[in-house]
């Protein structure tokens, strides 16, 4: 009886509702307290004008220990509360990036009394102080400590120069557009050095001390926070234009050694910058430039400076290839493509409101365009390393088959979504292909546009009617995308709203490649490296084999990445294997191309033998097709069904230059 009396409890239970059984799990006594959103404190910015004018003063003489100490003074008027803010969204990062972890030492004082300051509960960039009764100005006292080692951050005070960031060493006050807000800067910087920024220091420098002093004119914040500086030990200085100037830094003097040809190339930049746009939309143009090993890499856009750092070898191993030497030409033509003219979504009122990214396929993506293009009309790029670069990446955004679930424009959040950190599968989850992505795009708009106008126009008449500005005007107009579908239309009438509907927001099968056969080429591949894919190995450290074999290669034997379903894929490869044997030999780069080369055909899968810590495994990669490399090949009058010589192409005609 107690046995049947068991199997019928069982068999009761199991008919007990999901209803009843969560009611027993979950009782209505549990306490379920009610959500109750905190309330934001701090002041909106308005556009309305600051009363007085901020002082800041940044010690950057610790170039030992990287310590900037700053001192900044600022109007108030007691009593009343004030909320002081550190700059989070930056401008050129399209992200939170201010490194708040950094301000320490933070003392605020209304002459000898200290006031106390308390962090916002919800904005940790926000500070706010009890102003007394009579106070009309305060001082803060703050250190911004720098990286010391790259896993901190980037470097930016290195023993030979340092780049003073003006967001990183002030706050501001909250509740005005930063536009309106005076401020007067000065940087105390190590004996000595010399400094480069597109502000202008005051004609007259009050000299109280020995020390090496430098007061800037008086600006609003938002200018002074687009104007970084260089400085540094070893500085040069050259005159580009009448209103540019190539100013250089180096970790020693013996990389500063630009020929003359070399200088003759960077004022041919911005001449063909400025015959490209119409127009120069600053009073001044400062290139900042840091060869460096020591200070940390960079690449940031402002509206009248670049702020970039490259290899030392920059000027004295030039005929190693083109280099970085793509970067500068992007950056100016930032100051007409994302800095004059901005998405309205990117222009913020204050460093506190988040910035929407969605057009930065235009943003940077146009810009990467007319950077390569004005390179080649400079001669910074040959014509033969762009076609190369135009074919790396058009076979580079073919291997991003992430784009069959992600279409491009989500690529335009990964600067919020993931800052720029390594990931494991870089070519499925995708990564900020907004830029070459959105090159292959402009270059298929150009090729349509000469297409549809028999040649009479081109995608330059669009960049000289949508971003022509006033010269010397500085400010901001923003766009929508009817702005730029509109200017489009009025350059040459098409369906551009499906196109760009099209290639920027529908999940796709392949890169978009057909500006390269409407502009006269075709991607083709072979067995041979072009010079330009050897020299990005070469700075990069690393073998290229993401066409064939599906790998990246560093040159300690490392796998940097592996091509999502590709053959190294299938066999079970991932980043950060370090591979020690090919085919039973020990591994070398060069074993590794020769064995892929000799199984070109054959029905042999390739061995490879790798480790991860201290476990060892064999991998078997089934792969036949040989070394694949892209090249841009030309194509011919038969290959077009007699659509005329091919002889000078849209592409050919894009990449020529348009001033002596």
């Given at each position: 009886?107690r ?5 019928g ?10 209803a009843?059984?969560v ?11 009610a ?20 002082r ?23 009593p009343?509360?004030l ?41 940790v960039y926000a500070?706010?102080?009890d ?9 803060a ?41 005076p ?26 001390d ?52 070399h200088i003759?190339?960077?004022s ?7 015959a490209?746009?119409g ?60 800095k ?52 790396a ?11 069959e ?24 989850q995708?990564?900020?292909?907004y ?5 292959l ?18 995608l ?12 010397g ?13 509109e ?9 551009w ?41 070469k ?5 290229d ?14 796998v940097?990445?592996?091509m ?28 590794l191309?020769?064995a ?65």
């Amino acid at each position: 009886m107690r046995l049947v009396a068991f199997l019928g409890l069982v068999l009761a239970l199991s008919f007990v509702s999901p209803a009843t059984a969560v009611s027993a799990a979950m009782p209505d006594k549990l306490s379920k307290p009610a959500y109750t959103a905190p309330e934001d404190t701090i002041p909106k910015a308005q556009d309305t004008p600051f009363p007085g004018t901020m002082r800041l003063i940044v010690d950057a003489r610790d170039n030992k220990q990287g310590v900037f100490r700053v001192q900044q003074f600022i109007p108030v008027s007691g009593p009343s509360r004030l909320t002081l803010l550190y700059p989070e969204w930056l401008p050129g990062n399209h992200a939170p990036r201010g490194e708040i972890e950094k301000l320490t030492g933070l003392r605020i004082l209304a002459g000898k009394t200290e006031l106390p300051w308390i962090r916002d509960n919800v904005d940790v960039y926000a500070f706010h102080v009890d102003i007394p009764p009579g106070v009309t100005e305060i001082e803060a006292l703050f250190q911004f400590t720098s990286a010391t080692t790259s896993n901190q951050g980037r470097i930016v005070m290195a023993p030979s120069m340092l780049n003073l960031r003006w967001h990183q060493v002030s706050l501001y006050p909250a509740g005005h557009y930063v536009r309106q807000i005076p401020v007067e800067a000065t940087a105390i910087y190590p004996a000595g050095w010399r400094a480069a920024s597109a502000m202008r220091p005051k004609p007259r420098q009050e000299k109280t001390d020995n020390l090496n002093r430098v007061t800037y004119q008086k600006t609003d914040y938002d200018t002074l926070v687009d104007s970084p500086v260089f400085a540094g030990k070893h500085f040069q200085t050259h005159r580009l234009s009448r209103r540019a100037h190539l100013n250089i830094v180096a970790d020693d003097g013996k990389y500063l050694k630009p020929a003359k040809s070399h200088i003759a190339k960077h004022s041919k930049l911005v001449r063909e910058a400025e015959a490209l746009f119409g127009s120069q939309p600053y009073d001044r143009y400062d290139f900042l430039l840091a060869l460096t090993k020591e200070m940390g890499s960079i690449g940031i856009e402002h509206h009248r400076s670049s702020e970039n750092g490259v290899n030392r070898e920059y000027f004295t191993k030039w005929n190693d290839g083109p280099g970085r030497r793509n970067l500068l030409p992007h950056e100016i033509v930032h100051s007409w493509n994302g800095k004059y003219r901005r998405p309205v979504g990117m222009w913020t009122p204050d460093f506190r409101e988040p910035m929407r990214d969605n057009l930065l396929w235009v943003y940077e993506g146009q810009t990467q365009f007319w950077g390569y293009v004005l390179g080649a009309r400079s001669g910074l790029f040959s014509k033969q390393d762009t076609l190369d670069a135009f074919a790396a990446i058009a076979a580079g955004m073919d291997r991003r088959v992430g784009r069959e679930w992600r279409p491009l424009i989500d690529t335009t959040h990964d600067p919020i979504i993931s800052a720029r950190r390594p990931k494991p599968w870089s070519s499925w989850q995708r990564q900020e292909d907004y830029y070459n992505e959105g090159l292959l795009i402009w270059l298929e708009v150009d090729g349509i546009i000469r297409r549809e106008s028999g040649g009479k126009r081109s995608l330059e008449n669009f960049a000289r009617t949508f971003f022509k500005g006033k010269n010397g005007d500085y400010g901001v107009v923003t766009y929508q995308l009817t702005d730029v579908i509109e200017a489009l239309n009025n350059v040459q009438p098409y369906d551009w709203a499906s196109l760009i509907d099209e290639r920027v927001n529908r999940p796709t099968t392949e890169a978009p490649k057909d500006g390269l056969t409407l502009g006269g080429y075709k991607l083709v591949y072979n067995a041979t490296p072009s010079d330009f894919i050897r020299a990005n190995d070469k700075r990069r450290k690393q073998l290229d084999l993401s066409h064939s074999i599906g790998l990246v290669m560093s040159d300690k034997g490392v796998v940097k990445s592996v091509m999502w379903d590709g053959p190294a894929f299938k066999a079970g490869l991932k980043t950060g294997l370090t591979i020690t044997a090919i085919n039973g030999k020990a591994y070398s780069a060069e074993m590794l191309t020769q064995a892929i080369e000799e199984n070109r055909g054959q029905m042999n899968k390739i061995e490879i033998f790798a480790k991860n810590d201290d476990q060892y495994s064999n991998f078997l990669v089934d792969y036949s097709g040989g070394l694949r490399y892209p090249h841009l090949d030309k194509i011919t009058a038969d290959e077009t069904a007699g659509e005329g010589d091919q002889t000078e192409g849209g592409i050919d005609r894009l990449l020529k230059p348009k001033t002596r």
